[in-house]
Nanobody
Framework: QVQLLESGGGLVQAGGSLRLSCAASGRIFSINDMGWYRQAPGMQRELVAVITSGGSTNYADSVKGRFTLSRDNAKNTVYLQMSSLKPEDTAVYYC???????????????WGQGTQVTVSS
């Protein structure tokens, strides 16, 4: 069984910062991409940022220059540093990981439970 445990959400004023963490645990052989999606009320879930196992990153245009995604492969953990937060960043943030749970398994996508980020104006 694989679990993704998120932490670090909360309430912050506009212009402030938050750091989200997501740790994958359980039966894991290897992890490919990890990243974050977010979903605001009444909106579709959107990709925020993704990082490959080699450390290459890609960001949504709306967060470029403000968010930084990093990864600790030894800990199966990703960190999303969010700065210069805006009210429109308010959403539930979901961590995900594309991984193999054993050497011959297909790649599966696993999700965290979500963490609320609220940015007040």
């Amino acid at each position: 069984q694989v679990q993704l445990l998120e932490s670090g959400g909360g309430l912050v004023q506009a212009g402030g910062s938050l750091r989200l963490s997501c740790a994958a645990s359980g039966r894991i052989f290897s992890i490919n991409d990890m990243g974050w999606y977010r979903q605001a009320p009444g909106m579709q879930r959107e990709l925020v940022a993704v990082i490959t196992s080699g450390g290459s990153t890609n960001y949504a245009d709306s967060v470029k220059g403000r968010f930084t995604l990093s990864r600790d492969n030894a800990k199966n953990t990703v960190y999303l540093q969010m700065s210069s937060l805006k009210p429109e960043d308010t959403a539930v943030y979901y961590c995900y990981a594309d991984l193999l749970y054993y050497i011959y398994s297909p790649v599966g996508t696993y999700w965290g439970q979500g963490t609320q980020v609220t940015v007040s104006s």
